[in-house]
């Protein structure tokens, strides 16, 4: 009953965040329930997995409070919308939000002044929120603290200007210039070859207690032909000839991965590079990994060119004004999506097959099969959201971000976690106990702690690097870790579990630091 209880006072709380921020509430009040209840049943599942007992009880409630946490933080910091409601609900819940004339979505202040060409605004005389008489030149109730409605001066004040500045607020002719720079993707895919070199070289020297990671190496592989397709994607040959060196690169990385799954590489003797190469290797697995570099590199140029301006009939958007460059940049955005979408929906099938018709092995052992479907299914995640991504960073306008409040604090707290993480990261290297998933756990807590840091420096770069930070090795501890839980594994559970609360952390991360980033790309429309 209780539990009841707390759902519907946290959908209302919800409702009246969605409405001041201009948003239909249902879909909150939606996924509010859904966080609730479906995070709460999946903590009482692996509470009763594990045997915790009554723990699993109190998993749920952990679970359950983090779900309601994800919604409230959603609902208040969503992205401003154009809904107006109707008068009733106005009447209801205006006085637990803002005026309607000093916040909210512009079309939300304009429907709150008046409509007279005669008549001047008149200032309120009484607190909306609890009645008490207001001072005369007040902005603020000496009762309750609540803003007092903003005057409107001009007599005139919704004109036939207005009113198109303020329902179209796009068509300003202030020029704001749409730019793509690929050349960050380059940049990216060249930090990511160096994440790789740097956890291969400390699994070398470290030891052999420090359980190799195959599973990160993998997502590397898949980062780096999602980067190869992006640039790809690019007009100019330049970045053409970069993305083949790109995936030239991730050919390697795959085929030495090959190698180190076959021979005892990590140990504390001094490591021989041509013991590496005496280990014969199977022609079909250099076909499959050559087939899957053809498949999207060749899917990648064949759906660039299939979506482009010219096959789709669509004008030339080099106008140069505000509505113009916004409409540039979300058809850019569109086709990104769908080339990725496309050649992911054409080329993982075919990889699958060419795999299923050369390996009986997956269709004679079910629990191998699931594996290499769990995996096809990581890959193609992978590969559909590595170009939007970068993408996004390629077009990122401004490289500024000011950080305050919770965001401030989420970071340095970030910071913190993270800092210990490398010491026992550290603790681990130099000890002789075994350290499994420790390639996972040592490139999360350099890349975080050079994102959150990046971050804190106002550097807006800095959350593309903890993105991609924690993808690649949430990921790769994800996909080691289910395979081994599935072989029978279950010291691998903690890891399983530990994989999937981690990405609470980007996504708190960017609730937190919302505000901030679209603050930072506000400008005067008219």
Not at 151 to 171: D, G, I, K, S, Y
Not at 325 to 338: G, H, I, L, P
Not at 507 to 518: D, E, F, M, V, Y
Request: proline content about 6%; charged content about 10%.
């Amino acid at each position: 009953m209780l539990e009841i209880l707390g759902i519907i006072l946290l959908s209302n709380v919800n409702r009246k965040n969605a409405l001041a921020r201009g948003r239909k509430p249902g879909g909150f009040i939606a996924l509010t329930i859904c966080l609730w209840l479906g995070l709460e049943f999946l903590g009482a599942f692996i509470g009763i997995m594990a045997k915790l007992g009554f723990g699993s009880y109190i998993l749920a409630i952990v679970m359950a409070a983090i779900g309601a946490v994800i919604s409230y933080l959603v609902a208040k910091n969503c992205k401003p919308g154009t809904y107006v409601p109707s008068a009733p609900m106005m009447q209801n819940y205006t006085a637990n939000v803002e005026p309607l004339a000093g916040s909210g979505p512009p079309q939300m202040q304009y429907a709150a002044m008046p409509y007279s060409g005669n008549e001047q605004g008149t200032p309120t005389s009484f607190c909306h929120k609890c009645g008490a008489p207001l001072i005369e030149g007040a902005l603020f109730c000496g009762n309750c603290g609540q803003q007092r409605f903003i005057q409107v001066e001009t007599a005139n004040t919704r004109t036939p200007e207005t009113e198109a500045a303020v329902l179209f607020p796009f068509n300003s002719e202030e020029t704001v210039p749409y730019t793509v720079k690929p050349m960050r993707a380059v940049w990216t895919a060249v930090w990511v070859i160096g994440a790789w070199i740097m956890i291969f070289i400390a699994h070398i020297f470290l030891g052999i207690h420090l359980l190799y990671c195959n599973a990160v190496s993998a997502v590397i592989v898949h980062v780096l032909f999602g980067t190869g397709m992006y640039l790809l994607m690019q007009k100019s040959v330049k970045y053409k000839v970069f993305a083949a060196g790109t995936m030239v690169i991730a050919v390697l990385i795959n085929i030495f991965n090959y190698y180190l799954l076959h021979i005892p590489l990590l140990r504390e003797s001094p490591f021989r590079l041509k013991e590496l190469f005496t280990i014969p290797i199977s022609p079909l697995m250099i076909i499959s990994i050559l087939l899957r570099a053809f498949v999207v590199a060749g899917g990648a140029l064949f759906f660039a060119w299939l979506l482009g301006p010219k096959q789709q009939r669509e004008p030339s958007l080099n106008n140069g004004t505000t509505a113009v460059s916004d409409m540039r940049a979300k058809v850019e955005k569109k086709r990104v999506w769908q080339t990725a979408l496309y050649t992911v929906l054409v080329g993982v099938p075919v990889c699958i097959i060419f795999i299923l018709a050369t390996s009986p092995i997956y269709l004679q052992r079910p629990l191998f099969l699931l594996q290499f479907l769990i995996g096809c299914l990581l890959t193609a995640m992978t590969l559909i959201f590595t170009p939007p991504a970068l993408h996004g960073l390629s077009t990122m306008s401004t490289k500024h971000i000011r950080l305050s409040g919770w965001g401030l604090v989420w970071c340095w707290l970030c910071v913190a976690g993270m800092l210990f993480s490398l010491v026992m990261c550290i603790v681990y290297a130099v000890s002789s106990f075994a350290a499994p998933m420790y390639s996972s756990q040592l490139f999360m807590s350099i890349t975080l702690l050079t994102g959150f840091i990046m971050l804190i420096a106002r550097r807006r770069s800095g959350w593309y690097v903890i993105l991609f930070g924690a993808y690649i090795s949430l990921v790769g501890q994800f996909d080691e870790s289910l395979s081994a839980v599935i072989q029978g594994a279950n010291h691998y559970i903690p890891f399983l579990i530990g994989a999937i609360f981690g990405s609470l952390n980007p996504l708190i991360t960017w609730l937190s630091i919302r505000g901030a980033w679209r603050a930072s790309d506000i400008r005067p429309r008219f």
